[in-house]
T-cell receptor, first 110, second 115 residues
C-alpha cells in the first residue's frame, strides 16, 4: 500500500511570499493529485499530474516520477490561499482509489 | 455540467442512534462513487467504493454500511452510531477510466458529531 508523506505539516507565510509544499510516496503511480480543503471543509481538486509540471494561475505543481516526489508551489501568496493542501495517490498502480497525505495547513498573513 | 450534492450539511446525533447520509450526482452516467471520512486531526480515509448499482467495496471494517440503489445515488448508513463515528464525511465521484488518469470530484461534505 502506498505511504504518503507531506511536509511541512503547518506553514505560515506573509502575503507575497513564495510557498512550497512537498509530497513523497512509496509506490509507483499513474497520477498524483493535489487538493485544496477550505476552512469550511469543502475540497477542490487543484491538479492531477502524471509527469512534468502543470500551472494554473499562481499555482504550480511538479512531479518527479523516478524520485516519487511532488511539489506544490504558490507564487505571490495571498491570504485567500490559506487552506489545507492535500496530496493523494493511488494505493497501487492502476487503482482508481486514493490514499491521502495528512495535509499541509497553510496560513498566509496580510 | 456535473454536480454532486450531499445532505445534510451538519448533523448532531446521540450515540446509538441510526445514521443516513445521502449523496447524489448529476450530469454524468455510471460514475464511480466514494465515501470518505476525515476524523479530527487526521487525513481522509476511504470508507466505501462503488463501481455500479448494488456494487459496494468496503475498505475499513466498521459499523457503517453503504448502498447504491440508483446509478447516481450513494447512501452511507449506520444502525447504531459510536462516538468514534464523528467526523467530516465526503462523497466523491470519478469517471471510470481504463489506463487513463482519472480525477475525483468532491461533494460539500457532512459534518457529523456524535454526542
Amino acid at each position: 500500500k502506498n505511504e504518503v508523506e507531506q511536509s511541512p505539516q503547518n506553514l505560515t507565510a506573509q502575503e507575497g511570499e513564495f510557498i512550497t509544499i512537498n509530497c513523497s510516496y512509496s509506490v509507483g503511480i499513474s497520477a498524483l493529485h493535489w487538493l485544496q480543503q477550505h476552512p469550511g471543509g469543502g475540497i477542490v481538486s487543484l491538479f492531477m499530474l502524471s509527469s512534468g509540471k502543470k500551472k494554473h494561475g499562481r499555482l504550480i505543481a511538479t512531479i518527479n516520477i523516478q524520485e516519487k516526489h511532488s511539489s506544490l508551489h504558490i507564487t505571490a501568496s495571498h491570504p485567500r490561499d490559506s487552506a489545507v493542501y492535500i496530496c493523494a495517490v493511488p494505493p497501487q498502480g492502476g487503482s482508481e482509489k486514493l490514499v491521502f497525505g495528512k495535509g499541509t495547513k497553510l496560513t498566509v498573513n496580510p | 455540467s456535473q454536480t454532486i450534492h450531499q445532505w445534510p450539511a451538519t448533523l448532531v446525533q446521540p450515540v446509538g442512534s441510526p445514521l443516513s447520509l445521502e449523496c447524489t450526482v448529476e450530469g454524468t452516467s455510471n460514475p464511480n462513487l466514494y465515501w470518505y471520512r476525515q476524523a479530527a486531526g487526521r487525513g481522509l480515509q476511504l470508507l466505501f467504493y462503488s463501481v455500479g448499482i448494488g456494487q459496494i467495496s468496503s475498505e475499513v471494517p466498521q459499523n457503517l454500511s453503504a448502498s447504491r440503489p440508483q446509478d447516481r445515488q450513494f447512501i452511507l448508513s449506520s444502525k447504531k452510531l459510536l462516538l468514534s463515528d464523528s467526523g467530516f464525511y465526503l462523497c466523491a465521484w470519478s469517471v471510470p477510466a481504463s489506463g487513463v488518469p482519472y480525477e475525483q470530484y468532491f461533494g460539500p461534505g457532512t459534518r457529523l458529531t456524535v454526542t
